[in-house]
């Protein structure tokens, strides 16, 4: 306080100076201090004007700086000039006015900052006034609307933007003015393209708003590319829909998040049913492993092409292919993902297809033929059973190599090779058909048969030739049928000159036995010449033997058949042909064969050229095995009638027959042996061809023989031939004969016998004669008891003929006919005739008196 | 950093004011560098509503806290 106090005086003085300087003139004292009294209430008062003046500049600046004025009391005047309150205050101001310009300093720099932002914004900004003019706008919203204009700010906008000539009463930024508060608007379109708008009201502190900001967003290019997206996605929405794929996606828990349309429509489900069902209600409840490969699926474990089952709503199944992926998003799992199609009509028509294909695979297996077909190189792609047999070669082994190795044909006569049909086919492109018999096919194993064949192509809807097939037969055994029924033929043609010979041949027999007989029962027991006449007897029985055997070749050599039992008649025969041989000779003759229906004499005589042969061929002894059994034969048989056969075998350990001798052992006359006729075994299949029966060999060369015959069984109830009963001496009878035939030896000799016998013979040499003769003794005491009629007589009327007259005559005549031809239809059916009995040339006495008996006393 | 304390209780203003703006002036430098800081002890409470202001105007920064029977007015650099 002190300081301030002192100080007071320098401002004093500094007042004072002025009046020193006022009194230029040097006036009276008094009025020097009156003037100076004056002075000094002048100056006190101007100096307390000045301190007033001061304390109220001091008031003016510390209001000012915001403070109360100065209270008088609390500064005296000198104080105050001491505190020096406007330096306090001016040196404050110098730091405000400081403090501002670096205020205002960084206020320009905010500005030109906000300019630059302003003008390099991503965005039009436009501040326009109430009448909207534009105030301002930046680089960016002069390129999007100003572009080839010139633009003086105060132009108002919407002739410049809007391109209006009045402003729009609707325009929803001038409601902006009225409402105060921002707007946005979003797609506004002004000139084809799109803006997001945003309107903000430059509010003024009293709420008024002179001014809007508004910001320009071109989103042109946006909205272009959400349009491509959206086009693009109802495009891809309707390949979705559309597609006849079945389409689905498919939560990892089995829930379903989206089908399209096929999948609704095959599965039958209604969109609506969707979000009620899951994938398990799809995967067929069978198909166990589906489940388990979606759960595969859902781990990521599998993937790409699948096939299976699926289950509609009304429980029909499906079988679909397809392919499902899984589906990340963020690397987590958050679907399955699938495309499915309806194979149910392919499956089916591959199974019908493979069903057809076994059809014809059984087909083919079953067909009797051996079928083989090929690519178009020629190369072997199906061989059926009988081709393989037929070959030798199987399908497995056979697929894919050229048909030339697996079918080697060879040219029967030559021995070259043929070439392969199949080869010329692929080369003529023309089916071929072959029957000639002179291709053999050579098997694997080197066997050779006989075939014929027809080659086709295959062709294709487009006529493309896409293969080959090869039909063929093995024709051995019909070539060797055929060769059978030629050799039959000619068999057939020698038994007609045979026959002829042995007709006149037997007459003389007839008469040389007939004689022979005579003598030895005329000479006496002791005579000598005995010995010669039996050993006639004997050549006679020897001669008679081969002239049956050439009759049996001659037309109308019918067996007379009956039914009868084999087994005693195999095993007489057989017997009686090893008689002297030192062959042993075994039988297995079952007791319950069936009859058969047979000519007795001729089957012993088939048994005994048989066993004779066996006995031939094997010179050093050996062993001979007959045995018999019942056989069916069924309708397949190539010679044998469909039936029930009794089959005799015939083994012998003989020589064998050579191949090349087989087919030819039948035919008349082959013989291998110096004394033999080569007869008998022709006579031996006239006979068994005659009873409807077969005759076989088998022959291994130097091992043996075996015979087959085929005896037809007879069915019905077997009937006792009265013949059968067999007399073994002739017995004398009584009675007188009409005995016709035009051999008169013949005549004579039965005459005869007739008479050692105890009848009496008249003879006709032909059928008038014995006409006349039997009716003459008819009308006389003396009628012919029995009548033997000769049945052919050259140039004169017959037996046949004969019997027919004689029987309009007598019904009651009895009648035995007579033959050489013991297989003449009328020798084998005489009652049909009307004989009553039968008698074949030559005859001995026993026979002519067992016939006699019968017929007339029926014994 | 300095701290330059004044205790001006009992001072009414506008004597506290001016008291604190003459300190303000004689240390404007060092305040300014920020190697100074002003601390006022006041009890008047209308210089609450003065002294910030001003210093505020000048480019400074002024906290004020309440203490027991006192303001402590302290005035630095704006950072
Ligand atoms: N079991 C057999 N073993 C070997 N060869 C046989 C046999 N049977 C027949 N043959 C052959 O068949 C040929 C014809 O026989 P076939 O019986 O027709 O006449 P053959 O015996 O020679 O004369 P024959 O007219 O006297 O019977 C015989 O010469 C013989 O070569
Ligand atoms: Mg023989």
Known sequence: MNSERDKKPSINSRAGKPSSELSPDYLSLKDTIEQLARENIELSSKYSAAIQYLRNKIDQLLTVMGTTPLKPEELDNTTLIETDPIGIISNSFVQILKHLHKTNEKLKNANQEITAIFDSAGAGILVINKEMKILAFNTKLGEYFFKDKTIFLGQPCYETICNFQNPLAECPFRKVFQSGKTLRLTGWVINNRYYDIVCAPINHNNGE?????????????????????????EKYRDLFENANDMIQSIAPDGSIQYVNRAWREVLEYAQEDIPNISVFDVIHPDCSECGQAFKSVVFGEKSGRVETIFITKSGRTINVEGNIGTVFSEGKLVGTRGIFRDITERKKAEELLSSEKERLAVTLRSIGDGVIATDTDGNVVLMNKISEALTGWSQEQANGRPITEVLHLIEETSRTIKENPVSTLLKSRQTITLSAHNTLLAARDETERLISYSVSPIIDRQSNIIGTVLVFQDVTEKRNTEEKLLKAEKIESVGVLAGGLAHDFNNLLSAIMGNVELATMELDPNDKAHESLSRAEKAIAMATELAYQLLTFSKGGAPIKKAASIIELTRDSADFALRGSNIRCSFDLPDDLWKVEIDPGQISQVINNIVLNAVHAMPEGGQIHISAGNIVIGYDHPELKQGRYVKVTIKDTGSGIPKEYLQRIFEPYFTTKHTGSGLGLASTYSIMKRHDGLIEVASDFGKGTTFSVYLPACLGKIELNPLDVEKPSPEKGRGKILLMDDDEMIRLTAGEMLKQIGY?????????????????????????????LDLTIPGGMGGKETIRNLLEFDAGVKAIVSSGYSDDAIMANYRQYGFSGVLTKPYRVKDLSSVLRKVIFHK | MNIIEFDIRGQICPSTLLTALKAINDHSRQITDGTVKLAFKTDNRDSMGTIPESAANMGYKTTVTKKEGYYLVEIGSEE
């Open chain 1, 209 to 233: 708003v002179p001014s809007l900001i508004l910001l320009y967003l071109d989103i042109t290019e946006h909205i272009r590319m959400e349009q491509a997206l959206r086009q693009s996605e």
């Open chain 1, 760 to 788: 009496k013979g008249v003879g006709a040499a032909e059928g008038n004669e014995a006409i006349e003769k039997y009716k003459t003794a008819k009308n006389s005491d003396e009628p012919f008891d029995a009548v033997i």
